[in-house]
């Protein structure tokens, strides 16, 4: 089914027999599996009565690729981002302690979102709680790329003897025979194996946080993750269980190259070819205008969290390996990083997904924007965001970066945007965030290729844009004038096309820039319109598009304008253009809206 609707198709494979074993040994859902990213919950749906729609994965109104509450009671959190499970399951045991409630809580966690800070906070919180917390740390030596630092190091030189586990379950089986001495002396018992431990085997980093370790054990071996499952269940006391496993385990192109299936689109399953399509996509394009920057430019240094593929960044990694970092699945880090290298003379360009900067958020605030130190931020996958559901749509970039001050925030609309923007945050020596959706890049427009300059963005006459369509056309001015942020601006030229075919001359004024803007020129440019219709890829709240209707309906309180946002409301799952459609963005949508404000309906502010 992965193979036909796409999916997260290594992550699961190397998780198949730990999931059964997990299920044969803990009573779920009285017993809460909590799975970190959930990406890899794909068995844990199966067994838990979801087989028969199973084949709706990732489609619009199907099941979500990611544990969801709505869908099913074996799902207990609603997930998609990294480094959380250990947080919600200690909340959810602690929560449970309190209300006298039954069941164990297991959170599964993969070794690369180890490096994100949220999940060692809570594995240190737990330890001194002293609840008993299981912990499974699924350790592949990978999070989306290979994994990197110290950390996933010493995961893999991490060992502890069997001779050790014999020893440590034979006392506590002895113990559990024992219930009266066993209460009066589990202190004295504790102790004295930790005394052993401490005297005969290496100590680790999970013990030192107060929690009991085993491992690391065969990650496929299912009789030996029952055995020991059985054994912890009954432990009273926080405990890690490390298991090793392969991403991508009994499909051999996923095991060569887990980084290409980890997310992956449709493709065929018996030689793990996947469709190719001719169109330059947007991340492409930013690799491509990176690469001939630092070609010419030795400061330029990249960042990733985790993301080297799905950011473009890879090629820049292969080529410039020195002056590339991956810092795992740490986006506060990244940004704060950044920060050191710009104050270091170099010019970092961080890439990012949109939905996982809202995790840098105080970092980019109090670490970039208040000292204003120049430096590139790429957020990839903004707007609307195909296949993954609510967690990762990249709605909310705009309207949490706009209020921020010193920070420059640009929307390219084409590849040659993305050049020349890139160019320029090069040489403006400034904070400054580029966006881009996940997507195609339209064909280039002549208009595409002005200089950049600060706030302000480009107008495409009717007649040049849709000089195919405009033919019989009067001359003259448009009455209606589209603004629109560079993510979005294929399907406003799609719906200005339409309106021609209904003789209704429309221009495209894209914006460039978010913030700053460049108040006096914008003005100038919709002074001659007698409407204009705002086009954003960012909820509709805190946007761009709220900001500029209220400068127009004060200098200009007679104009028509109406806004097409995303709307106040986490987007579902869908293909891009089903998310477009659903939330009136679509080139139709945008169309009918038009003719609407044309025909006297929109909003005036006499």
Request: hydrophobic content about 45%; overall charge neutral; glycine content about 8%.
């Amino acid at each position: 089914m992965v193979g036909k609707n796409g999916g997260h198709l290594a992550s699961n494979l190397g998780v198949v027999e730990l999931t059964i074993a997990l299920h044969r040994v803990f009573e779920s859902p009285k017993d809460a599996f909590v799975w970190d990213v959930s990406h890899q919950s794909y068995t844990h749906k199966l067994l838990t009565g979801r087989y028969e729609n199973f084949h709706t994965l990732r489609k619009k109104d199907g099941m979500a690729g990611f544990t969801k509450r709505a869908e099913s009671p074996h799902d207990f959190f609603d997930v998609g981002h990294s480094s959380t499970s250990v947080s919600s399951g200690l909340g959810l045991l602690v929560g449970r302690s309190l209300q006298e409630q039954e069941g164990k809580v297991v959170a599964i966690i993969g070794d690369g979102a180890l490096t994100g800070g949220m999940a060692m906070e809570a594995l240190s919180h737990a330890g001194q709680l002293a609840k008993n917390l299981i912990v499974v740390l699924n350790d592949n030596q990978m999070s989306i790329s290979e994994n990197t630092g110290s950390l996933s190091r010493y995961l893999s030189r991490l060992t502890m003897t069997s001779s050790y586990q014999f020893m440590r379950f034979g006392i506590d089986s002895l113990v559990n025979k024992l219930p009266l001495l066993g209460k009066l002396f589990t202190k004295f018992i504790f102790r004295f194996k930790r005394s052993v431990k401490a005297l005969l085997f290496p100590t680790n980093l999970f013990v030192e946080l107060g929690f009991e370790y085993v491992g690391p054990l065969n990650g496929h071996n299912v009789s030996e993750l029952e055995e020991v499952f059985r054994k912890v269940r009954n432990l009273s006391r926080p405990v890690v269980v490390h298991v090793v496993t392969k991403k991508g385990r009994g499909y051999s192109y996923a095991e060569n190259d887990p980084a290409a299936f980890h997310g992956i689109g449709p493709f065929c399953t018996s030689d793990g070819t996947v469709e190719k399509y001719d169109a330059l996509s947007y991340t492409e394009a930013f690799s491509n205008a990176l690469l001939n920057l630092a070609e010419k430019d030795s400061r330029i240094v990249a960042i990733t969290a985790a993301m080297s593929k799905g950011t473009g960044l890879a090629p820049f990694s292969r080529k410039y390996p020195a002056r590339f970092f991956d810092v795992g699945i740490a986006e506060q880090h990244a940004v704060t990083f950044a920060g050191g290298l710009s104050t270091a003379g170099l010019v970092p360009v961080a890439a990012i997904y949109s939905t996982f900067i809202q995790r840098a958020m105080d970092q980019l605030i109090h670490d970039i924007a208040l000292p204003a130190l120049p430096s590139i931020f790429v957020l990839d996958r903004c707007g609307a965001v195909p296949d993954d559901g609510e967690t990762h749509q990249g709605a909310f970039d705009i309207s949490l970066i706009r209020p921020v001050p010193n920070m420059i925030l640009m929307a390219p609309a084409s590849a040659r945007e993305i050049e020349l923007a890139l160019q320029w945050a090069v040489d403006r020596k400034a904070p400054v965030v580029l966006r881009q959706p996940k997507t195609s890049c339209p064909s280039e427009q002549e208009a595409f290729a002005q200089p950049i300059q600060e706030g302000r963005g480009v107008l495409l006459r009717c007649h040049d844009v849709v000089a195919s369509e405009s033919a019989g056309l009067p001359e003259g001015p448009s009455a209606l004038l589209i603004v629109c942020t560079g993510g979005i601006f294929s399907e406003a030229l799609a719906a200005a096309r339409n309106l021609v075919l209904h003789d209704i001359l429309v221009d495209i004024y894209n914006l460039r820039f978010i913030k700053p803007i460049d108040q006096e020129f914008f003005l100038q440019t919709v002074a001659s319109y007698q409407a204009v219709l705002f086009v954003e890829d960012g909820v509709r709240e805190g946007g761009i598009s709220q900001a500029l209707e209220l400068l127009v309906a004060r200098r200009f309180p007679e104009k028509r304008t109406a806004i097409c946002a995303l709307p106040d409301n986490f987007l579902a799952l869908g293909k891009r253009p089903e998310i477009l459609e659903d939330c009136g963005l679509d080139s139709n949508s945008l169309a009918a809206a038009a003719r609407s404000l044309v025909d006297g309906k929109g909003a005036a502010h006499g």
